[in-house]
């Protein structure tokens, strides 16, 4: 028969075992240290990228020597010696997080050694130009920084590895993007799949912590400022479900793309990068250049400043600019650098929405370009929760929550009927390469054993 909690029993309970204490002291720890982390990586980003915009104001043309130089770099480098920080950082938390993943194989993706790799490399993307993101980025970082906790905590804590590496996943989301709420859909909608209830605290606690750091760091503001939303009518119905059509469209094409290019499919193209794969990221970097060249730098970067002028009513990204970002955005991530896809998919979707409220003639501009945002970025990843709440987060849209959910979900249905989810077939990729690798490790020492070889009598 249940009974009501003996709350003497329970605080003797708490304070009987100094150890989980300190369990509990050095993830709280680290989860602090994985904020700063991503502030770190944050506030190296923009010092660069800024050095970038400098240098290509006093000598544009230089780009194109210097952009595919740097990328054919990162890649070189990244191949050499760091290879589980190639590209978002999204599928490697998550193929750490498969269970057909061998424990032994997890630091593949997560550890605080590719932490300061995916740093260093991402900061040197922004050197480049390229059309990259940090948010996706961060979610590896933190995570590396929590899973490394472990190491410390007592042989038979209850806090267990998945759950460090969840936690940092989230963390890292809401230091980012500075949105806590996002990091914890985030956590349930990407990473786990379900909040369990022995490790929503420590998520929560570590979302906690990382986004204190952040909001130490920039300050308790919303990403894109605040947006002034009109009020939103029938006469808004049509413009608003032209754009999540739109986007819907795009982003599943972009996702499509994405998988068609990162998992080597048996193209012509894909068998020359996996050849060459340092000549395909110098070419690549030079369309890059090129882009940004025709378009006067818009194309340059995260795209995060040309939302800002978006919202403001300047247009930074026309339509033909915004396919042109779309085209840099899908090359930089084609080339496997270090880097993320949440902040140009943001421009590219506020690009549609922009798009669509000139076509309409309205003062719906603002509420288009968030609506765009949403859809495009739901649609690439097909997590819609996620997706709205960071819009909503990022923009201070709260009068706009229902039509924010409403041009996630469409979108992101919309994306399933033309593309599989992109990080999860990113990461079964990862995950299988990772499993084919360790099997002639495994084949070569049984045969190596007396007992698995031929007798020597």
Known sequence: MNREPDFLEHLRAELS??????????????????????????????????????????????????????TAGIVWFTLRFFPGASGSGIPQIKAALHPAL??????????LRLTVAKIGLGVAGFAAGLSIGREGPSVQVAAGVMQHARR?????????????????????????????????????????????????????TAIV???????????????????????LGWDALGPGLLVTLLAGAAGGLFARLLIASLTRAPERLNRWRARFPVRFAALGGLAVAVIGLVTG?????????????MLQGHDELTPLYTVLKFVATWLTAWCGVPGGIF???????????????????????????????????????????????????????????????????????????????????????????????????????????????????
């Open 17 to 70: 075992s100094g150890r989980i204490w300190l369990d509990r002291a050095i993830v709280l720890g680290y989860a602090i240290a994985a904020g700063l982390f991503v502030v770190g990586f944050t506030l190296a980003s923009d010092r660069v990228f800024g050095g970038f915009q400098h240098f290509y104001r006093a000598w544009p043309w230089a780009v194109l020597v210097t952009t595919p130089m740097i």
């Open 102 to 111: 061998p424990d032994e194989r997890r630091f593949m993706f997560a550890s």
């Open 152 to 204: 410390w905590l007592s042989p038979n804590t209850t806090i267990d590895g998945r759950a460090l590496l969840v936690a940092g996943g989230a963390a890292g989301i809401a230091a980012a993007f500075n949105a806590p709420l996002a990091g914890v859909v985030f956590a349930i909608e990407e990473l786990s799949g379900r909040l369990e209830a022995r490790s929503s605290g420590l998520i929560i």
């Open 209 to 231: 912590l990382a986004g204190l750091v952040a909001v130490s760091a920039f300050g308790n503001t919303s990403y894109f400022g605040v947006i002034r939303v009109p009020r």
């Open 297 to 309: 730098g818009v194309t340059f970067g995260a795209g995060s400043e040309a939302v800002k002028q």
């Open 343 to 457: 902040a140009p998919s943001l421009s590219i979707g506020a690009g549609i929405g922009d798009a669509v409220a000139h076509l309409a003639s309205s003062d719906l501009g603002p509420a288009l370009i968030a609506l765009g945002m949403a859809g495009f970025l739901a649609a690439v990843t097909q997590a819609p929760l996620t997706a709205f709440i960071i819009v909503m987060e990022m923009v201070d849209g709260h009068a706009m929550v229902l039509s924010l959910m409403a041009a996630a979900m469409l979108a992101s249905l919309i994306s399933r009927m033309i593309s599989r989810p992109l990080y999860d077939t990113l990461a079964e990729h990862m995950v299988g390469k990772a499993i084919a690798a360790s099997e002639p490790v495994q084949a070569s020492s049984s045969s190596s054993s007396p007992a698995a070889g031929p007798s020597s009598s």
